[in-house]
């Protein structure tokens, strides 16, 4: 059973930095596809930035200049890093994992909050 774990979130003030870290275990497959999702308050969940195993990263235009994606491939580890952060990036925080076998949606974490003050 594949398990999800975020973490690193927590409380900033605009204008800091955090660094996010995703880890999925249970499989010895390396994943597809890694990204990071978020979800404000009453809004829909929404892509951050995704990487895949062939190192293609897509970052959504609202974090393009201040969050850089990483991955550790030979571990199923991936990283978020966040700088120039915003109240507008308050939120929680999941990990997206997919493999080439397995559920097509993939598998999700319980998440990490992040909240940034103004």
């Known amino acids: 059973q594949v398990q999800v774990v975020e973490s690193g979130g927590g409380l900033v003030q605009a204008g800091g930095s955090l660094r996010l870290s995703c880890s999925a275990s249970g499989t010895l497959i390396g994943a597809k596809t890694m990204g990071w999702y978020r979800q404000a308050p009453g809004k829909e969940r929404e892509l951050v930035a995704s990487v895949t195993n062939s190192a293609i990263t897509n970052y959504a235009d609202f974090v393009k200049g201040r969050f850089t994606i990483s991955r550790l491939y030979t571990k199923n580890t991936l990283y978020l890093e966040m700088n120039s952060l915003k109240p507008e990036d308050t939120g929680a925080y999941y990990c997206?994992?997919?493999?080439?076998?397995?559920?097509?949606?993939?598998?999700w974490g319980q998440g990490t909050q992040v909240t940034v003050s103004a």
């Open positions: 997206r994992t997919q493999f080439i076998v397995g559920p097509s949606g993939g598998y």
